[in-house]
Every structure is written in structure tokens, then in C-alpha cells.
């Protein structure tokens, strides 16, 4: 599972709130990714990180700001939810030949 | 601009039968290709990968894809469908540069009907 852990796991939040997720790595990868899964999209690239202090916009990066302050941790932060951003999120790492491997996912609801 | 498309949101095959997956892609320099699969409430597991070395690739699970540079295409096989198969399978798409970021295709629904 190449050492990848979201938390949390499940958030019910309400539009207009701050939300953050985290994605946890303990195998020392560069490169870390934040994707959505929404039906009918397949995985969306949000944001991504290629080391410590330097990320870069994804595909649907409107709504959503990222930080990375060590190379194990990869912030996703919320700054002001709204009802489209209900969605599965996935946490990535990329392994040696350019795969990527994913976390668990946090399934996010905003109400 | 990388792009994906797989053909047939849904699948359903017996169990025994053949199972194909089909996946086009659109990339304007050598690709990477992947496939994943996806259970229900977890995350994705890669099945297998082209990278250039040869354009028939075995992955897990006795799934296997070929890469057809002619027909832009890198389509799933497995020969005989097992009830443990049912799930969504995701074709991905990345370019050897840069941050090698992966696009997805829409994903198929694969069920094995008894």
C-alpha cells in the first residue's frame, strides 16, 4: 500500500466551512498527488507536490489550496466548502516507474 | 493534451468467460499507460503497466494489456473471468516528463454474472 493513510476517513461538514484533509506517507516519495473520483469523471488531478514547499495546480484546482511542509505529510485544505465539492478524495505517491500508488480515500459530504 | 476514453461504462460477462476492457488514449509524446482497479469503498490498486519495454504486459490477477501504437490503444484481457474480478477499472494515461501527472478514463464496471 506504499505507507499512505488519509485521514480522516469520513467528514460531514457544512457550505461555507474550512475543511482540511491530510495525506500521511512513510516511504520518503518526491512526488504526491490530491485527485476527486465523482461518477462518470473517473480520478480528477486536484493538486500535486514534487518535494517540500513546491506544489503545483492540477486539473481542477478552483476551491482548493494545498501545502506541504515535510516530505511525509500533504495537506488538501477547503478554504470555504460548497455542496460541489461533495466527492471521494484519494491521496498518491509516485513509485519509480512512474506509477502511482493511492491512499485509502476520504469521502467527503458537504451539506 | 493527454486524453483516455474507455469504451462501455458498464461490462458484464460470465464467469468463465472472457473479459475485455477497452481503452483508447491521445497523447502527443510516448506514453505511459496503466490500469487500475478499484473495490467497492477502497482506494486503487495498479493491475499492470506499459512503459516501453514490451507491448504485451502481464499484470495481477492473471489480467493482461496490449499496447497497439497504431490503433492508440492499450485494452484489458483476462481469459477466464472470476466472481472475485466484479469491480471498476480505470485506464490512465501520463507522459515520460515533467510531473508526470496520470489521466484517467472514466472507469468500467465490470460484473461476472454466475
Known amino acids: 500500500d506504499a505507507g499512505i493513510t488519509q485521514s480522516p476517513r469520513h467528514k460531514v461538514t457544512e457550505t461555507g466551512t474550512p475543511v482540511t484533509l491530510r495525506c500521511h506517507q512513510t516511504e520518503n516519495h518526491r512526488y504526491m498527488y490530491w485527485y476527486r473520483q465523482d461518477p462518470g469523471h473517473g480520478l480528477r488531478l486536484i493538486h500535486y507536490s514534487y518535494g517540500v514547499k513546491d506544489t503545483d495546480k492540477g486539473e481542477v484546482s478552483d476551491g482548493y489550496s494545498v501545502s506541504r511542509s515535510k516530505t511525509e505529510d500533504f495537506l488538501l485544505t477547503l478554504e470555504s466548502a460548497t455542496s460541489s465539492q461533495t466527492s471521494v478524495y484519494f491521496c498518491a505517491v509516485r513509485g519509480g516507474y512512474n506509477e502511482q500508488f493511492f491512499g485509502p480515500g476520504t469521502r467527503l459530504t458537504v451539506l | 493534451a493527454q486524453s483516455v476514453t474507455q469504451l462501455g461504462s458498464h461490462v458484464s460477462v460470465s464467469e468463465g468467460a472472457l473479459v475485455l476492457l477497452r481503452c483508447n488514449y491521445s497523447?502527443?509524446?510516448?506514453?505511459?499507460l496503466f490500469w487500475y482497479v478499484q473495490y467497492p469503498n477502497q482506494g486503487l490498486q495498479l493491475l499492470l503497466k506499459y512503459t516501453s519495454a514490451a507491448t504485451l504486459v502481464k499484470g495481477i490477477n492473471g489480467f493482461e494489456a496490449e499496447f497497439k501504437k497504431s490503433e492508440t490503444s492499450f485494452h484489458l484481457t483476462k481469459p477466464s473471468a472470476h466472481m472475485s474480478d466484479a469491480a471498476e477499472y480505470f485506464c490512465?494515461?501520463?507522459?515520460?516528463?515533467?510531473?508526470?501527472?496520470?489521466?484517467f478514463g472514466q472507469g468500467t464496471r465490470l460484473t461476472i454474472n454466475p
Open positions: 490512465a494515461v501520463s507522459e515520460d516528463q515533467g510531473a508526470q501527472k496520470l489521466v
Open positions: 497523447s502527443s509524446v510516448p506514453p505511459y
